[in-house]
Every structure is written in structure tokens, then in C-alpha cells.
């Protein structure tokens, strides 16, 4: 479901829990390994792939381009990896009229984070 949403609309934002460990996240396929859950953190994810038989959302930070690979990085796909498939947040068209249901649900992601 998340793919059709990039594909045919887009990028979509996410949010998702922050480990210790992905502050030394360079390159390659994140998963959590080890360390405590610090905080929340909301991203884009722009597209996924499979790199040695593992599959992964390929996702802008927004830490600067020093971060993982020039500012981007991948994390495991289809296991809810660190909560990142739980908390997805899509664009409405224009058209649809229903700006109102699109603020909701950010505003609903913001108050999951902060109590």
C-alpha cells in the first residue's frame, strides 16, 4: 500500500522511533541492533529497493547530507522496522475537498510523538 502511494502520488511521510544505534547509521540497510529509544523522528520516504536480499525504504533525512549516504538512508522494508510502517502520512489532491481529513491525521502523528 505504501509503495502504490509512491508510485502513483509521490513521496509520503513518515515517522518512526529513533535508536541509539541509527545515530552511527553510514550506509546500507538499517535495522535496530542495540540502544535505547531516545525520541521520534519524522521523514520522507521517496521510493525502496533490495540490496543483498534485503528489502528496504529508501528515505531523506533531514540531518544534513554528513548523514548516512549524502543525506539519505535505507531501512529494512515489510518488517515495520523501528515503527516506520505504522505512521505514514499521504498528500490529499486538491480535488478531494478534504484538506480538513489531511490536517487530522498530521495533527494525530504529532500528538502520537509527543505524549
Not at 498528500?91 to 504529532?110: E, R, T, V, Y
Request: net charge negative; aromatic share 20%.
Amino acid at each position: 500500500m505504501i509503495q502504490t502511494e509512491i508510485y502513483n502520488n509521490g513521496p509520503v511521510e513518515v515517522a518512526y522511533q529513533v535508536y541509539d544505534d541509527f545515530y552511527h547509521y553510514k550506509s546500507g540497510v538499517y535495522y535496530h541492533v542495540y540502544g535505547d529509544k531516545p525520541s521520534g523522528h519524522a521523514v520522507k520516504i521517496i521510493g525502496w529497493g533490495t540490496e543483498n536480499k534485503v528489502d528496504y525504504w529508501l528515505v531523506a533525512n533531514s540531518w544534513s547530507t554528513t548523514f548516512g549516504e549524502n543525506g539519505f538512508f535505507k531501512i529494512r522494508r515489510g518488517t515495520n522496522e523501528c515503527e516506520i510502517e505504522e505512521n505514514v502520512v499521504a498528500g490529499l489532491p486538491k480535488s478531494s475537498g478534504n484538506i480538513i481529513g489531511g490536517f487530522i491525521a498530521f495533527l494525530a502523528l504529532i500528538f502520537y510523538y509527543m505524549f
